[in-house]
């Protein structure tokens, strides 16, 4: 049974940063690529936004465009962990942020579509203040 843990979301003011955690058992997590979406209040019911994904290597990264240069998303395989490193915070990036784990085996190009993501996790929220 595959299971994605989030942890790290929390209160945070404007400018401040986070770090998201989630933690992947039940698969070989080095074999899959991996994502980062949100859904903002009043949004739900509606496709999750994109907001970056890794590679199953590590090797490549994608991200929404409001999320370049400010978050970083990164992996350590040793730990079947994948990061989301949030800098610069705004109130817009108010959301529930969710992990999800690749449908295909080392996928060769980094998918944005949530279709193509199997595995989620139960979400974690993040509130920017002013």
């Known amino acids: 049974q595959v299971q994605?843990?989030?942890s790290g979301g929390g209160l945070v003011q404007a400018g401040g940063s986070l770090r998201l955690s989630c933690v992947?058992?039940?698969r070989t997590f080095s074999n899959y690529g991996m994502a980062w979406f949100r859904q903002a209040p009043g949004n739900e019911g509606k496709?999750?936004?994109f907001?970056?994904?890794?590679?199953?290597s590590g090797g490549v990264t994608r991200y929404?465009?409001?999320a370049k240069g400010r978050f970083t998303i990164s992996r350590d395989n040793a730990k079947n962990t994948v990061y989301?490193?949030?800098n610069s915070l705004k109130i817009g990036d108010?959301?529930?942020y969710y992990c999800a784990g690749d449908?295909?085996?080392r996928r060769v190009v980094i998918t944005v579509s949530q279709d193509n993501y199997r595995y989620w996790g139960q979400g974690t929220q993040v509130t920017v203040s002013s």
Do not use: F, H, K, P
């Open 103 to 105: 449908s295909s085996l």
């Open 84 to 86: 989301l490193q949030m």
């Open 4 to 6: 994605l843990v989030e």
């Open 24 to 26: 992947v058992s039940g």
């Open 47 to 49: 496709e999750r936004e």
């Open 64 to 66: 929404e465009d409001s």
């Open 94 to 96: 108010t959301a529930v």
């Open 51 to 56: 907001v970056a994904a890794i590679s199953w």
